[in-house]
């Protein structure tokens, strides 16, 4: 069955530290992967989405991710945090024959001014 | 657009009574989704529509919980009775079905307290 996973629950920074979190997924075949952002009481809002080609992509905010097909991992990262980039981050997946988003558990973020 | 537009956006109901949640997704999308979040559980699909037709309803707990769409513009999720372990902040979501970029458009949400 698909999967995505984010081992980091809950991860505290300081603003200009470097960010990672990571992701990692189980599909059997062709995947899609996205990072959406949920900031305190708001809806969730897409970050970034990898479909094919360049394995480094870059979303909104500074943010990039990296898929990385022999570890089975999309990691987001961030070179410099910020306060305002307090918030929960979900990875998710979507197989080619299922059009619904498998989510991730979430990690939130703290940034510590 | 004014995007994916939820109602209500809280709820307090006693257990037992008919909850009803309302969803308008941005016109011309052709997929609805709807899903629950709760801290124990994150993030869960509980169904989704292609075009108005229901396409995958696995997710959906239990046999109190209901989805309709009975057009394009408009989706309800229905549960009866409900219980207070159905608290939960439920969201809607819409995306097109052709010239897809990828992504859901989130709406805001809306949280129901179950007494």
């Known amino acids: 069955a698909q999967s995505v996973s984010q081992h980091n629950h809950h991860v505290i920074l300081s603003e200009a530290a470097s960010l990672e979190l990571g992701c990692n997924y189980s599909?059997?075949?062709?995947?899609?992967l996205f990072w959406y952002v949920q900031y305190p009481g708001q809806h969730l809002q897409l970050l970034l989405k990898?479909?094919?080609?360049?394995?480094l992509v870059k979303g909104i905010k500074g943010f990039e991710a990296e898929f990385i097909k022999s570890k089975f991992s999309f990691n987001l990262r961030k070179p410099s945090v910020q306060w305002s980039d307090t918030a929960e981050y979900f990875c998710?997946?979507?197989?080619?024959?299922?059009?619904?988003?498998?989510f991730g558990s979430g990690t939130r973020l703290q940034v510590q001014p | 657009d004014a995007g994916v537009i939820q109602s209500p956006r809280h709820e307090v109901t006693e257990m037992g009574q008919e909850v009803t949640l309302r969803c308008k997704p941005i016109?011309?999308?052709?997929?609805l989704f709807w899903y629950r979040q709760t801290m124990m559980r994150g993030l869960e699909l509980l169904i989704y529509?292609?075009?108005?037709?229901?396409i995958d309803d696995s997710g959906m707990p239990e046999d109190r919980f209901s989805a309709k769409m009975p057009n394009a513009s408009f989706s309800t999720l229905k549960i009866q009775p409900s219980e207070p372990r159905d608290s939960a902040v439920y969201f809607c979501?819409?995306?097109?079905?052709?010239?897809w970029g990828g992504g859901y458009t989130f709406g805001s949400g809306t949280r129901l307290t179950v007494v």
């Open positions: 979501a819409s995306s097109p079905g052709t010239g």
């Open positions: 599909y059997g075949g062709t995947v899609n």
């Open positions: 990898y479909f094919s080609g360049d394995p």
């Open positions: 998710a997946g979507m197989d080619m024959g299922r059009r619904a988003l498998t």
């Open positions: 016109s011309g999308h052709d997929y």
């Open positions: 529509f292609n075009n108005n037709v229901p």
